[in-house]
């Protein structure tokens, strides 16, 4: 089994920073890859940033530049920098593992973010 636990969201006024970080643990393999989600009120969940299974990263058009994906191997973490937000980043944002093998997800929490115009 794996868990997932975020932290970091808050409230923020636009044009601030938030970091957030995802912990796993139990049975992490080399091969899952990690990445970050989000779900605002009224849409659906879409991908923010995510690592892929050979190690580049990928990132919504919508947060280029201004959100960077990062992770510890030895702490099982990935950071989400959020820099220059805006109010529509407001969301719930979901880490998610996603294991090649058996392509089964696993899903954190998630974690509030609110940005104040």
């Known amino acids: 089994q794996v868990q997932l636990v975020e932290s970091g969201g808050g409230l923020v006024q636009a044009g601030g920073s938030l970091r957030l970080s995802c912990a796993a643990s139990?049975?992490?393999?080399?091969?899952?890859?990690m990445g970050w989600y989000r779900q605002a009120p009224g849409k659906q969940r879409e991908v923010v940033a995510a690592?892929?299974?050979?190690?580049?990263?990928n990132y919504a058009d919508s947060v280029k530049g201004r959100f960077t994906i990062s992770r510890d191997n030895a702490k099982n973490t990935v950071y989400l920098q959020m820099n220059y937000l805006k109010p529509e980043d407001t969301a719930v944002y979901y880490c998610?593992?996603?294991?090649?093998?058996?392509?089964?997800?696993?899903w954190g929490q998630g974690t509030q973010v609110t940005v104040s115009s």
């Open positions: 998610i593992l996603h294991r090649a093998i058996g392509g089964r997800d696993y």
């Open positions: 139990g049975s992490i393999f080399s091969s899952d890859a």
């Open positions: 690592f892929t299974r050979g190690g580049s990263t």
